[in-house]
């Protein structure tokens, strides 16, 4: 399963200001982005979600960020994309903001399968012309395009 086959135009959105945003604001609008998709409640989500940052963050550096977290009633995996061009503090490793948030959701029974989409995920994130063009996109259906043209075609 290719990343951009776990996300929809909208659960993909641009925010035009760090304005107010926080780790905590973002890991709130993952969690209600995601909850209708999960049949999941957006405080539960948000819930799990913080419990997962706070045993790490999920920083990875870069101005990437992959929160996530596993759930029972999920038989696939799921995400939403944030993107902050000015960047939000999230406690990296690198110490630096954050411009690309993908919040993914996997269920609890596929732990494996759960493992390699994160791991496909952080290596998408990591081609910095990717990173680029995501970053210059004007809205979450652009973004969807560039994230398609990166995968290319195929089941990755």
Same mark, same amino acid.
């Given at each position: 399963m290719r990343v951009s086959d776990t996300l929809t135009p909208d659960r993909v959105v641009v925010l035009e200001s760090n304005a107010g945003l926080s780790k905590h604001a973002i890991l709130r609008q993952l969690a209600e982005l995601l909850a209708a998709p999960a049949h999941s409640d957006a405080d539960v989500l948000l819930e799990r979600l913080v419990a997962r940052e706070d045993l790490q963050s999920t920083g &990875?550096?870069?101005?990437?960020?992959? =929160?996530?977290? +596993? &759930?029972? +009633?999920?038989?696939?995996? *799921?995400?939403?994309? !944030? &993107?902050?061009?000015? $960047?939000?503090?999230?406690?990296?490793?690198? $110490?630096? =903001?954050v411009n690309l948030i993908m919040g993914v959701l996997g269920p609890s029974a596929a732990a494996g399968s759960h493992l390699k989409f994160l791991a496909r995920v952080s290596r998408l994130?990591?081609?910095? %012309?990717?990173?680029? %063009? *995501? *970053?210059? +996109? !004007?809205?979450?259906?652009? %973004?969807?395009q560039q994230l398609q043209l990166a995968? $290319? =075609? $195929?089941d990755a």
């Open positions: &990875i550096g870069q101005g990437v960020a992959v =929160p996530h977290t +596993s &759930i029972p +009633s999920l038989n696939q995996q *799921l995400a939403a994309l !944030l &993107i902050v061009p000015s $960047g939000v503090a999230f406690e990296a490793i690198d $110490g630096q =903001p994130f990591r081609n910095t %012309a990717t990173r680029r %063009a *995501l *970053l210059d +996109s !004007l809205n979450g259906g652009q %973004a969807l995968e $290319g =075609p $195929g």
